[in-house]
């Protein structure tokens, strides 16, 4: 009979290291691939290559799993120095517990090996903490979190991602730091309403597009990444709790020196 | 970028006396530059467009298009006029030069661009504000109105009546019509311009013939085309060599952070450079005919040609020490990347003595090569003042470096700036509109970025590159042309064969598809939207601009919308005066160049590059 191989485990932490010499993205063809599919892939390399060596007696007792892809470059080569470097981090969190996205910022934090991020985005997904339906509310207990991290000075600037005109002007009368960024979706709005474009120009907040799906792990896609890397009945109950996107720009070059994904899945064992 | 200089012509012998002297003195002062630049690393990117226009004049009432032969009058006028005005320089400003063929005016920003915030899509409107200057400045007489053109070639440029002349520019129309015009009439009047078109001519010992298919519709008599000696059957002649490099051209200039990018950068440009002809092609009618060629740069390598016989092959080597296998002006003679040593697979000979020289001096292989191929070539003018330098002074190596003009240019840093090392791109043809070049420019920009992100690599045996040069100039080649390029554009020096390599149309190198080996190729519009989407800072505005920037192109390969040259041989094919006998008449250049301007000038939409889907 089958038997799970990691029965204990309630939460699982996946780092991709560097991607940009990944050879799965770069063996996309003709249609873009989404941003999800990109992930996926991703994760697929890193467990690929870290459940070859891996000690399974060990694994089987452990609550809590990551898995890593060593980096091998820094972020920054010699000739440069930290200011010509540029670090955007987007924190699409499905977990809106305070603590779980300070874990998830350090954990880029100490990734990158810097102790300031250029850009933070926030994008809180339809359905945090899996039961809920999104409100303003976890957005904003959220945003308390990061505003105290942009005191610390570990972060530069904040922003949001997919707010519509009414939600933006809340957040922003809210908020102690305002948002300076509103990064919407091309494909879900190709048009800019107007509300929207005349309050961020009025606020002097920018609009940039991305092309991430709503949820961009969805339940059902991770576990069946646990499916094929691990079991069927490893793959029982995972649920995204956030996914965080990091890049390290060259400014003057337009040149990325570091792209990866940090991903943290959980599930309630009790509910299996 | 030519800039003139003033001073005393030497003659030809006197030149040619002087040849060895200028070739030695300017491989001292490039070994000197070197040493200067060769570390030099420029952080910033940086890129400019130079955009070459055309002088015209229109009178509606006698319905006749002249091309202006004054580009010289104009230059002082409008740095005037644009210096008086802060308002009308924009943030980059403007910068203009004279040109060799008389009708042509090159622009090009004040300042480079670079990469942030804006700038990649400022080109567009500091085009515009260059064409609002230009415009500015040109004066009309005796009912005729001047215009500026970005246009690639005039119709009727070489036949008679078609041109104004710098002293008769304030003459009526009616005294132009039988007017003779001297060659030194089309040529820009400063000494150098005189010297470079007219010394390879002598150099060579044989009269240039440009010979140019013409098309054949339904009425054409092939044989009836041209009564000139050196006709081919079926050929135009251009009689002269300005005519064939009097032809307007859109070029894009992008620094590397190194030596070592930079080269880089040159290495991908080289294949692209006959990818980009047929997409921007706009030259289809030369010299009253149209022609079996979509592009000018046909016409550039024979205009340009200064080999004598012994280097042609023609007669055993006596005087001269090379066979040389290309005109100065032409295709790329090699990659300048040691990773791609095997692929310059095409003979091209250069000064042992002095590549050794080079290499002695620290210059890795290729590099070395590339420069010593350069210092073949003998000056093709030489100004009195100029013939005994200072010490700290380079126009002898900048005679040479400047007038080996290859479809990629790898420019060396000039010594006292803080200029990095650059390739620039020379294929396109301009586009009529200010939307459609800085579409064409911003399109190579992402391209090199793109390369230099994802770590691409284009690269195929240079004897390839030619043969596809040869195909990219054909009439409909943006249809109909099949092209050797790379499967996989992902960097893997191991496999550079030509397995990597199939033949592929232009609409499947842009955007993507099956190629005839079944593989899929992903397509460099993909590749840059690639590129754009992991830049995570570019607005929204700005996405949407870039995005019809590079559907233009898209939309060009894929046959959605029609190339200026396909659109030009359709508006000649459904005037009433044409009668399908390939001969584009005085009524039809004066209908083809008002809508031209019209388009040009945005007094009526650009109809013909919209595209409903």
Redesign the interface.
């Known amino acids: 009979m089958e038997v799970p191989r990691i029965p204990q485990a309630s939460s699982l932490i996946i780092n991709s290291g560097n991607v940009i ?1 990944f050879e799965c993205l ?1 063996k ?5 691939q989404s941003t999800t599919e990109e992930l996926k892939d991703c994760l697929k390399t890193v467990l690929d290559s870290r459940l070859k060596t891996i000690n399974w007696d060990e694994e089987k007792f452990k609550t809590s799993l990551e898995f890593t892809v060593p980096c091998c470059n820094p972020a920054l080569s010699d ?2 120095t930290r200011e ?1 470097l ?1 670090v ?1 981090v ?1 924190a699409m969190m499905c977990n809106a517990d305070p603590e779980v996205i300070v874990d998830a910022i350090h954990r880029v934090l100490k990734e990158l090996d810097t102790d300031i991020i250029d ?1 933070l ?1 926030l994008s809180v997904s339809e359905k945090p903490n899996v039961i809920e339906t999104f409100h303003m509310d976890h957005l904003k207990t959220l945003w308390s979190v990061l505003e105290r991290m942009v005191d610390k000075g570990q972060i530069k600037t904040l922003g949001v991602c997919d707010l519509e005109k009414p939600a933006l002007e809340e957040l922003y009368n809210w908020a102690k730091v305002k948002p300076s960024i509103d990064q ?1 979706n ?1 494909i879900s709005c190709c048009i ?1 309403p107007p509300d929207l474009n005349a309050f961020s120009k009025e606020k002097k907040i ?6 991430d799906a709503l949820e961009i792990l969805p339940a059902e896609d991770f576990q069946e990444l646990m499916k094929e890397s691990f079991s069927d009945l490893d793959a029982q109950g995972w649920h995204t709790s956030w996914v965080l996107r990091y ?1 390290a ?8 020196t570091r ?1 990866g994904y940090t991903v943290r899945a959980q599930r309630n064992l009790n509910n299996i | 970028m030519v800039v003139p200089q003033e001073g005393t012509l030497l003659s030809w012998e006197d030149t040619q006396k002087y040849a060895d002297h200028v070739r030695k003195q300017g491989v001292k002062q490039f070994i000197r530059i070197y040493h200067k630049v060769k570390d030099r690393s420029c952080e910033t990117f940086k890129w400019g467009d130079e955009t070459e226009h055309m002088l015209i004049s229109l009178d509606h009432s006698e319905r006749k298009a002249f091309l202006l032969l004054n580009s010289m009058d104009g230059i002082p006028l409008v740095q005037k006029s644009a210096s008086k005005d802060p308002r009308f320089c924009g943030e980059y400003g403007s910068f203009w030069v004279t040109e060799l063929p008389a009708h042509l005016i090159e622009s090009t920003p004040g300042k480079p661009f670079e990469l942030d915030g804006t700038s990649l899509t400022a080109v567009e409107a500091n085009m515009k504000l260059r064409r609002k200057q230009i415009n500015s400045v040109l004066r009309s007489h005796h009912g005729r109105l001047d215009a500026c053109l970005t246009l690639s070639s005039f119709p009727r440029n070489g036949c008679k009546g078609a041109r104004i002349p710098r002293k008769h520019v304030n003459s009526p129309t009616s005294a132009l019509q039988d007017l003779i015009i001297a060659t030194e009439e089309l040529i820009c009047p400063f000494p150098r311009y005189g010297a470079v078109i007219r010394n390879p001519e002598k150099r060579r010992g044989t009269e240039v013939a440009i010979n140019v298919p013409v098309f054949k519709d339904e009425n054409t008599d092939l044989s009836q085309v041209s009564e000139h000696e050196a006709a081919k059957p079926g050929h135009v002649v251009l009689e002269v060599a300005v005519l064939g490099i009097g032809v307007a051209a859109l070029q894009v200039t992008v620094q590397g952070s190194d030596l070592k990018e930079a080269k880089y950068i040159h290495d991908q440009f080289v294949p692209l450079s006959p990818i980009m002809m047929p997409v921007s092609a706009a030259a289809p009618i030369r010299q009253g005919f149209l022609t079996e060629w979509d592009c000018r740069w046909g016409t550039l390598s024979p205009a340009a040609d200064c080999r004598t016989q012994e280097e042609m092959g023609l007669k055993p080597l006596e005087n001269q020490h090379f066979r040389i296998p290309k005109s100065r002006m032409g295709t790329a003679n090699g990659y300048l990347s040691s990773v791609n040593a095997k692929l310059n697979d095409s003979y091209f000979p250069f000064d042992e003595e002095l590549y050794q020289q080079f290499v002695n001096e620290g210059m890795d292989i290729l590099f070395a090569r590339h420069m010593a191929r350069q210092f073949i070539r003998d000056p093709l003018y030489i100004l009195r003042e100029r013939l005994h330098q200072n010490e700290d002074e380079s126009d002898h190596f900048e005679n040479i470096a400047g007038t080996n003009w290859q479809c990629v240019r790898f420019k060396v840093p000039p010594e006292n700036s803080d200029i990095g090392w650059r390739a620039e791109f020379r294929t396109m043809d301009t586009q009529l509109t200010d939307f459609e070049n800085a579409a064409y420019v911003v399109f190579m920009v992402l391209l090199s970025k793109t390369i230099v992100n994802l770590k691409l690599d284009f690269t195929m045996p240079i004897s390839r590159v030619d043969e596809n040069m040869e195909i990219a100039k054909l009439r409909n080649a943006v249809r109909e042309g099949e092209f050797y390029f790379r499967k996989d554009p992902y960097l893997n020096k191991e496999r550079s064969d030509e397995t990597v390599i199939c033949k592929m149309n232009i609409n499947t190198i842009i955007n993507g598809g099956a190629t005839p080996e079944g593989a899929d190729f992903i397509g460099l519009i993909p590749l840059i939207n690639r590129y754009i989407d992991s830049m995570k800072d570019i607005d929204k505005e700005q996405r949407s601009t870039l995005n019809d920037y590079l559907k233009l192109i898209s939309d060009r390969a894929a046959g959605r919308v029609k190339t200026t040259a396909q659109w030009i041989r359709d508006f000649v094919d459904q005037h009433p005066g044409y009668k399908h006998d390939s001969v584009i008449s005085e009524d039809i250049t004066y209908d083809l160049i008002k809508l031209c301007s019209d388009i040009s000038n945005g007094t009526k939409e650009a109809l013909h590059i919209k595209c409903s889907t």
């Open positions: 010499n770069k996309r063809k003709r249609i873009a000739e440069q010509d540029k955007t987007k850009v985005l919407v091309e800019i920018q609009l940039l597009t991305h092309g890049t720009l060259i400014r003057c070059r337009g040149v990325i792209k």
